[in-house]
């Protein structure tokens, strides 16, 4: 079954310990990336990668890392999370960036 | 500066009240809009992708079209199934690859 598969699904951490939120497709996409989502204010994008070892900014980078070694797999980082990350994301992959994306089913971090 | 606004934020109809959802952007040169739907605890799920103004296309009960300001998910006689929410994503003007979502329309349909 072709599906975008992110873990954890929830995670209630404290403030400055890192943390990394693992994301893997099997359909062989070129394109990745990372939403985060809160109320009032939609998906917001934070990073995305055209391919292995190719990776840019979206709209909301600050505080994260990411990493493209393999095609399959984009974890996102948070190397000192604080409480306004606290928030749900969602990673999402696509054959290229002007394809439709497909989503996981998201990941509930809550930072205290 | 793109920007996508999506209205109204919430509707809710009776089941068979047919309705029309919007979507407006200010990216120039548009490279694709999509539209999504998300149920509760999910990730956003395809719907359609409309490049061109004109442009229409029809899946069940939903049916998306564009201007070039905006475009329109029209649902026709709706069911209690078809509550979620509905997003629409447009690609930047400035970079293909980064995107921009509106918050949503969270749809209610009573039976």
């Known amino acids: 079954e072709a599906q975008v598969t992110q873990n954890p699904r929830y995670l209630i951490t404290v403030t400055g310990k890192k943390l990394t939120v693992t994301c893997s497709q099997n359909m062989n996409h070129e394109y990745m990336s990372w939403y985060r989502q809160d109320p009032g204010l939609g998906l917001r994008q934070i990073y995305y990668s055209m391919n292995v070892e190719v990776t840019d900014k979206g709209d909301v980078p600050e505080g994260y890392k990411v990493s493209r070694k393999e095609k399959r797999n984009f974890p996102l980082i948070l190397e000192s999370p604080s409480p306004n990350q606290t928030s749900l994301y969602f990673c999402?992959?696509?054959?290229?960036?002007?394809?439709?994306?497909?989503f996981g089913d998201g990941t509930r971090l809550s930072i205290l | 500066e793109d920007q996508v606004t999506q209205s109204p934020e919430a509707l809710r109809l009776q089941e068979g009240e047919s309705s029309s959802l919007n979507c407006s952007y200010t990216?120039?040169?548009?490279?694709?809009l999509f539209w999504y739907r998300q149920d509760p605890g999910k990730g956003p799920e395809f719907l359609f992708t409309l490049y061109s103004a004109g442009e229409e296309k029809e899946k069940e009960r939903l049916k998306a079209t564009l201007t070039k300001k905006e475009s329109f998910l029209h649902i026709t006689a709706p069911k209690p199934e078809d509550s979620a929410t509905y997003l629409c994503?447009?690609?930047?003007?400035?970079?293909?690859?980064?995107?921009?979502f509106g918050s949503g329309t969270k749809l209610n349909v009573k039976p």
């Open positions: 999402a992959s696509s054959p290229q960036s002007n394809q439709p994306q497909h």
């Open positions: 990216v120039s040169g548009l490279r694709g």
């Open positions: 994503a447009v690609p930047s003007t400035y970079n293909f690859n980064k995107f921009y």
